[in-house]
Nanobody, 124 residues
């Protein structure tokens, strides 16, 4: 499974941004994979941002973004999205998407596949 995140950029505080993560790779069943979004700033550990089950029927969010970010997916396009609203300077980070078979979790070591990050910078 290959993952490619896109949509990062430089925005101002209060703005919105939508990240996309396209999955590919042979005949894999995208709908069977839970997808997660994580972020990392500097030397810190990757922080769970949001996750969504394979069907899209259940989602979970990290405390720092709950109420501002929305995760959703389009299984017909093998793509998961992260809609980020009311961005804050502390949201500045590299954002990564990840995939795991089965249920969604906020534990990064449970994810088998990772894509390269996309940088989001929020200016004050």
């Amino acid at each position: 499974v290959q993952l490619q995140a896109s949509g990062g950029g430089l925005v101002q505080a209060g703005d919105s941004l939508r990240l996309s993560c396209a999955a590919s790779g042979g005949a894999f069943n995208f709908g069977g994979y839970a997808m997660g979004w994580f972020r990392r700033t500097g030397g810190k550990e990757r922080e769970f941002v949001a996750g969504i089950t394979g069907s899209g029927g259940s989602v979970d969010y990290g405390d720092a973004v709950r109420g501002r970010f929305t995760v959703f997916r389009d299984n017909s396009r093998n793509t998961v999205y992260l809609q980020m609203n009311n961005l804050r300077p502390e949201d500045t980070a590299s954002y990564y998407c990840a995939a795991k078979w089965g249920v969604v979790t906020g534990l990064k070591n449970q994810y088998s596949f990772w894509g390269p990050g996309t940088l989001v910078t929020v200016s004050s």
